[in-house]
């Protein structure tokens, strides 16, 4: 097949979503547990409750990582040559860093969240020691440098064959005279965009990992508390972000072979891309609110540009998503439902987002279950339906048939859960309930309760994704 010539490793993307897609139902799993705990279904030690707590965030965010990342790889493949043993050296330090993370917390007992804030590494009052916080960190840190290697590469390929960075990023067409025929593809506008932020961020966030390292093992070395939390926040909400970024290239790739329209690289969508990388960054203190010794223009930045992220997201996306999708004919099957709804997701779960930025709300609803509420929204609903999507395009010729009923029945399965269980969140925060704790007052069982059913759903809809993916994956080796 050409159309496989010219994408690199293709065998080394698929095992890569397969590998994510497992981890994300068994740490899917953890939150249930998580969920059903806190509705007191069923007895979990809290000393547990922040073991898993820590793994779930940590392996959903890296998981999310994960994806993204292979996404971009097998995409931008297609416009540059890409080296494969950089690829296979980023899979390796992931998963070297993964079983450092999960030493660190399984068997050393680290439970102090996936942010590790500056000091609670170091104090956790006797449930882990200094050596298990340290596994934690230095798996981070592998996996640090293994983005770092890979968009290295990924980086330097697109400056060589677009003409540097402003090339990649389509600025001629921006803010130039530049033509559109010109101007490179919405996939490189959108590596290359998020290659730089995340470098940032990864770089940021590794210094402050050395720094919190240094001072667990040689606790003399004292780190500025308010610096390290900034510093942590903006590799947080950083990477985070780029996951969604990345994987949103699978729809500039895969959406135009349904609706038969190229998705191009106009001018507001050149001048939107150059918006998010600036705004990706500088929105980061809406983390901080709360944090009354930051400087008042920083918060007010935090939330100023929170206003404003959403616009390049919801004008430039979605709505061209919406102007491709009307008067097309779209033959519906898994991994085109999938892809819109991660773009639908991911544009509603802005909205509680935004409302959360904002001081005066964040007062009341910081470290209540609104968070975790708006998260959960463009993670489920957004980045992962999308990583699920982009698995179903890749099994889809194997299987043959466009939608079957079976399909349709997982998919709504998993939009009704997701939604059910983000809801609940949502109404959980909306009545103060807070995060991140392991033992809930029995007023809240009820919600934690429901929102357990919900979880169910997802995991059901996602056992479905998976089990397809891997039969597809066999069947088209089998061919
Ligand atoms: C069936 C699906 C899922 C369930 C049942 C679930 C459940 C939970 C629960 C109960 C919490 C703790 C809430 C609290 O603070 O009280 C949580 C936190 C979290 N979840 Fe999920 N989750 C699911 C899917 C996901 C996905 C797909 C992602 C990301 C890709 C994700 C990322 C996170 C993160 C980052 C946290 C924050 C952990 C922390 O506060 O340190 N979750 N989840
Ligand atoms: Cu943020």
Redesign the pocket.
Known sequence: MTDRACEPQPGAVKFTMLLAGIV?LLM?VF??I??AA?GNLIELDPTLFYQI?TA??AG??G??GLTGAAILWFFVGRYVPLLPGVYYAFLGLFLFGVILILGGIFIGGYGG???FLFPLPAMSGGAWDAGAAASFMVGYTAIGVGFLLYYLEVGRKLIVAYGGIGGALAWPLAFGGGRQEDAPPPTVVAAMATTIFNTIGIVVGAAVLVCSLVNLLAPGFAVDALLAKNMIYFFGHVFINASIYMAVIAVYEIIPQYTGREWKTTRVFAIAWSAVLLFVMAVYPHHLLQDTVMPGWALVMGQVISYLSGIPLLAVTAFSLLVYLRGSKVRWDLASALLVLGVAGWSVGSIPAIIDAMISVNKLMHNT?WV?GH??IY??LG??AMSFGFMAWLVKEARKTAMTGLDRAAFAVYLLGGAG?TIMFLVSGALSVP???AVHAPEWYLQDRVATGF?ML??LGTLFFVATYARGLMRRRAD
């Open positions: 994300l899917m939150g249930l998580m969920r806190q707590m779930h965030g959903m965010v998981t999310a969240g996936w942010t279950q975790p998260f959960h993670l489920i980045e992962v269980f995060r991140r704790w979880a997802v995991i």
